[in-house]
């Protein structure tokens, strides 16, 4: 009997162990692909969805008396006056440019910003009564902030309204509005990364390599 107990109990230590060993694993690129794709991609969907019906509701009613309010309203969040600028603001860019910046800011759903914050798009915060954490580094004394959001969607939501509303992004809202091809639009966001022109060729490259643009279909 004491034989079989300690026959069992290396037999669960030899199986404990070897739970361990595989939940410590590192995952492998293709297996941090395949995870990125399941989480992010059906999340942007989604959003993208919700954004470019709220787009065409508004372009429809821009000048509707009963939207009035709600045009108003709009205004105030993004910080414009004008209609044409709110429509500029409104429409979704294309699913494959935000697939990819994902991809880029968050190291395929692998950073801490993401793991601790679900902060895929390394937004900052400048707001101390916000949810948000703090990053590993400083820009001289100072702490860099970055927001923390509920939910996957929350973050893609608001990074939309980021694209939307900043004055950096201006020429991007703009050249939005006369075509939907990423690769022309991505040249404009030279302004989201300390990379300067190099970024935009990098998220080409990343929605070429990894067929991101078939998400635009």
């Known amino acids: 009997m004491k034989i079989f107990k300690l026959t069992l109990v290396l037999a669960l230590l030899i199986f404990s162990n070897t739970l361990i060993a595989k939940e410590s694993k590192p995952m492998s690129v293709k297996e941090k692909k395949e995870r990125f794709r399941s989480l992010i991609a059906p999340a942007v969907d989604n959003v993208y969805k919700e954004l470019d019906a709220q787009f065409k509701d508004v372009s429809k009613n821009i ?11 709009l205004k105030k969040t993004y910080k414009i006056k004008s ?57 001289g004394t100072k702490t860099i902030w970055l927001k923390k959001y509920a939910s996957i969607e929350d973050s893609i939501r608001d990074y939309y309204k ?8 201006k020429e991007f809202r703009k050249l939005k509005m006369k075509t939907d091809d990423p690769y022309k639009l991505v040249k404009k966001l030279d302004r989201y990364s300390e990379m300067g022109a190099k970024y935009g060729k990098e998220l080409t490259s990343m929605i070429k390599y990894n067929k991101f643009y078939l998400y635009d279909k």
Request: aromatic share 10%.
């Open 63 to 73: 000048k509707n008396p009963k939207y009035a309010q709600k045009i108003a309203s």
């Open 83 to 139: 209609d044409e600028e709110l429509l500029m603001a409104l429409k979704p860019h294309p699913r494959s440019i935000a697939v990819a910046q994902a991809a880029m800011e968050s190291a395929w759903a692998t950073s801490r910003f993401f793991n601790e914050a679900t902060n895929i798009f390394g937004v900052w915060s400048f707001n101390k009564k916000e949810p948000r954490i703090a990053a590993g580094e400083k820009r």
């Open 162 to 169: 980021t694209l939307g509303r900043s004055h950096a992004f």
